[in-house]
């Protein structure tokens, strides 16, 4: 197979209205697969091998159940689009709430069936229909065809950017070689890399290091003012609530904070991961 070729953007790059800066805000729409509970819960501890976790199970239901209408009535107030990775049980269980996100005109992300389905885990034909099995769910729920994907914990295989830009996806996630995002072309095929950057992300914040909510907040403002005051290279900053993490109210409260920070500051483009990549290929294709 021919190499791909690869393009980033150099330091000139610049995004709309001459800003260095672009803030994309992602919502992790996120559930398991009939049977599965997430590895982790709000109590820590594992339980014993063979065991159903439902608390875990319980815990990750509250993003379906109440954490997607919070987040998403705050980005509607704030008129914000926002990028949203969604797994197909999700579309298969509650359709009408992929539809209310597509009315609203945010971006659906297809973001496999569910968390516990990694395309690593796959040959080319299982992550093929994989593929395509979302997709189809998603575009059917919400009436618009979803054109980027994020694998499970970002954790897609080696094949698997070639796979979508045979499908036709404009870009993907599954990326953190960068903070800018950059053309991956296999032979005339394009797909833009968007990297998922980590460092504004209520998971590893609130989870995994068992911070309080306000600490992304911390971390969002130096890692904002740094790119703005310290940095003269064009930028992009991920800001990511999970429906059931931050989809409560002190979580929600903070991705409000940071949503009313970023909109008052005219220097930054506010954009989805699909505005993202219209523009880098507009541009530098």
């Known amino acids: 197979m021919t190499t791909p070729t690869i393009l980033r953007l150099d330091d000139n790059f610049r995004w709309p209205g001459n800003r260095r800066v672009a803030v994309i805000f992602n919502i992790a729409y996120e559930a398991w697969s009939e049977g599965q509970a997430p590895g982790i819960g709000p109590m820590g501890n594992v339980l014993k091998a063979g065991v159903f976790d439902t608390n875990a199970d319980s815990w990750a239901s509250f993003g379906a159940v109440r954490g997607i209408h919070r987040l998403i009535g705050y980005a509607n107030q704030r008129d914000i689009?926002?990028?949203?990775?969604?797994?197909?049980?999700?579309?298969?269980?509650?359709?009408?709430?992929?539809?209310?996100?597509?009315?609203?005109?945010?971006?659906?992300?297809?973001?496999?069936?569910?968390?516990?389905?990694?395309?690593?885990?796959?040959?080319?034909?299982?992550?093929?229909?994989?593929?395509?099995?979302?997709?189809?769910?998603?575009?059917?729920?919400?009436?618009?065809?979803?054109?980027?994907?994020?694998?499970?914990?970002?954790?897609?295989?080696?094949?698997?950017?070639?796979?979508?830009?045979?499908a036709g996806y404009l870009h993907h996630g599954d990326c953190n070689d960068d903070d800018r995002p950059y053309v991956i072309d296999y032979n005339g095929k394009k797909i833009v890399a968007i990297p998922l950057t980590m460092d504004v992300n209520d998971l590893p914040t609130t989870i995994r290091y068992g911070n309080a909510p306000r600490h992304m907040l911390e971390a969002f403002n130096d890692t904002f003012t740094a790119m703005l005051e310290r940095e003269k290279v064009p930028l992009i900053l991920d800001v990511t609530a999970h429906t059931h993490v931050f989809g409560r109210p002190s979580g929600a409260w903070v991705y409000d904070e940071i949503m009313k920070i970023v909109k008052e500051n005219p220097d930054v483009w506010i954009a989805t991961r699909q505005q993202i990549a219209n523009y880098v290929l507009e541009k530098q294709v």
Request: charged share 20%; glycine share 10%; hydrophobic share 40%.
């Open 81 to 166: 689009k926002v990028s949203v990775m969604t797994n197909g049980v999700l579309a298969q269980k509650y359709p009408e709430s992929i539809k209310m996100l597509t009315d609203a005109g945010h971006e659906v992300i297809n973001h496999s069936w569910g968390m516990d389905v990694i395309p690593a885990y796959f040959n080319e034909a299982e992550e093929i229909a994989n593929l395509k099995k979302n997709h189809d769910i998603l575009t059917s729920a919400g009436g618009v065809a979803p054109v980027g994907w994020i694998s499970p914990r970002g954790t897609g295989s080696k094949i698997s950017p070639r796979l979508l830009a045979q």
